[in-house]
T-cell receptor, first 114, second 114 residues
């Protein structure tokens, strides 16, 4: 069955360091992959989308890579801050359209310590 | 814009009772999604609509769950009869293809079935 996996263990890093989160998928080749941030008690908030023909996408301190050979996406936060502490979810779109069914990973909780 | 609106924010009910969750998508969005989030299963898509028509309901757990979208600005998710295992946070999200795939989530409804 189609699966998307994220490291279930929390990631603890020191302020100012780069946080790297991993997302692996199996039994599917998505055309689009997305990353969301979720704070406790709130709905997920969209951060970035990357297409299969894009190796890398950046937005301010965020960077996402998409390796279709390894079936993996990496999400980086550079110069991390305590305000970056949250759960980060990756998801891929099922189908060839940029709109439709999203399959989410379980999420990785990031804790940035001052 | 007020964003996606969900009501109620919290619902506590007893097993066997009918529960109705409500969602108002962002104006102009023609896709609406219902998700369920639990610690065990993460964030799962239950059903989604395009132009008020259900497109994919393969995530609906069983016949006790039903969803409707009578018009572009309102959708309901009904559980009848409710069971303790239905306890979860239910999110509604909306989007439009012109937005490039980003889904906008509501604040969620936390459902507890005793």
């Amino acid at each position: 069955s189609q699966k998307i996996e994220q490291n279930s263990e929390a990631l603890n890093i020191q302020e100012g360091k780069t946080a790297t989160l991993t997302c692996n998928y199996t039994n599917y080749s998505p055309a689009y992959l997305q990353w969301y941030r979720q704070d406790p008690g709130r709905g997920p908030v969209f951060l970035l989308l990357i297409r299969e023909n894009e190796k890398e996408k950046r937005k301010e301190r965020l960077k996402v890579t998409f390796d279709t050979t390894l079936k993996q996406s990496l999400f980086h936060i550079t110069a991390s801050q305590p305000a970056d502490s949250a759960t980060y979810l990756c998801a891929y779109l099922h189908g060839s359209s940029n709109t439709g069914k999203l399959i989410f990973g379980q999420g990785t909780t990031l804790q940035v310590k001052p | 814009d007020a964003g996606v609106i969900q009501s109620p924010r919290h619902e506590v009910t007893e097993m066997g009772q009918e529960v109705t969750l409500r969602c108002k998508p962002i104006s102009g969005h023609d896709y609406l999604f219902w998700y369920r989030q639990t610690m065990m299963r993460g964030l799962e898509l239950l059903i989604y609509f395009n132009n008020n028509v259900p497109i994919d309901d393969s995530g609906m757990p069983e016949d006790r769950f039903s969803a409707k979208m009578p018009n572009a600005s309102f959708s309901t998710l009904k559980i009848q009869p409710s069971e303790p295992r239905d306890s979860a946070v239910y999110f509604c999200a909306s989007t439009s293809p012109r937005l490039g795939g980003e889904q906008f989530f509501g604040p969620g409804t936390r459902l507890t079935v005793l």
